[in-house]
C-alpha cells in the first residue's frame, strides 16, 4: 500500500539479517552514486537489531569510511550517560568498525537543548552545502541517504510523540523538547519536513506491546485516524517497515 513496503520476519535473528541486508546493500548503492552515504539512526532498540553489520560478511563489504552519520533523535545528556544514543550507537557499532571519527555527527552535550538543537542544524546545513547530504527536489530541506526509526507502543517515532506540537513545525530542521512523555524529558529531534524528504526510511518494530500502533500506523484506518507520529512519516523517498510477528500481528494483512 502506499503506507510503503512491510517486511514481516519470523525470528529477531531473521530480522536483524534483513536489515543489515539492507542497509548495507543501501549504503553500496549511494556510495556507488555519490560517493558517502549519509545515515541517521535512533535510539531504543534499534541499534542491536543493526549488530550484524559488525559482523561478516557486513564488516568487510560495507565501506566504512564513505558513512556520514548522524542522529534522527538524542537525549539531552552527556555522552557517556547510559541514556545517550550516542554512546548506545558507539558501542553497540560504531566502535566495531572503521568509521572516520570526524564523519560521526552527534549531538552537543555540553549546551542547552536549544543551542545544541541550533547547532546540530547548522552543521547538516554545512554539510548540504558541501553535499555530503544531498538536497532534497522539492524544498531546501537535507535528504539523508538513510533516516532510520524506531517506534514506540504510542506510535512515536524519533522524539516526534502524539499530539505534540512540534509536529506542526514546518521550518526548522531540528528542534527541541522538555516534555517527554519518555524520560529523559528533554530531546533534540529532526522535524518531520527532515524524514519526510529522506531517501529512504525505515521503521523498525518489535514485540507485541507496538502491534495496535503498528495496524493504527500502517493499515487503512479511515478517516478517524490519529494523527500518529508514525503515520506522519510519509516520505518523498522510499518507506519500508521491519516487524518481528509480534508487532504485525494486528496488520490487516499480517
Ligand atoms: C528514543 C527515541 C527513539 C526510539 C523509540 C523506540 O528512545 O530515544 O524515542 O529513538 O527509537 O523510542 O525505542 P524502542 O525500540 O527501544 O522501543
Redesign the pocket.
Known sequence: NDRGEVKVRDSLDDLSTELADYIAELSEASVKERGVFAIAL?????VSLMGKLCEAPYNKTVDWSKWYIFW??E?VVAKNHTDS?YKLAKDGLLSKVPIVPSHVHSINDSVSAEEAADEYEFAIRQLVKTRVVSVSDNSDCPKFDLIL????PDG????LFPNHSVLNEKDEWVTFITDSP?PPPE?ITFTLPVINSASNVAVVVTGDSKAEAVHLAIDDVGPDCPSLPARMVQPNGKLVWFLDKPAASKLDHP
Open positions: 535512533s535510539g531504543g532498540s534499534l534522527a533523535d537525549r544514543n526509526l524506531g517506534m514506540g512515536h517515532v524519533a522524539s519518555k530531546r
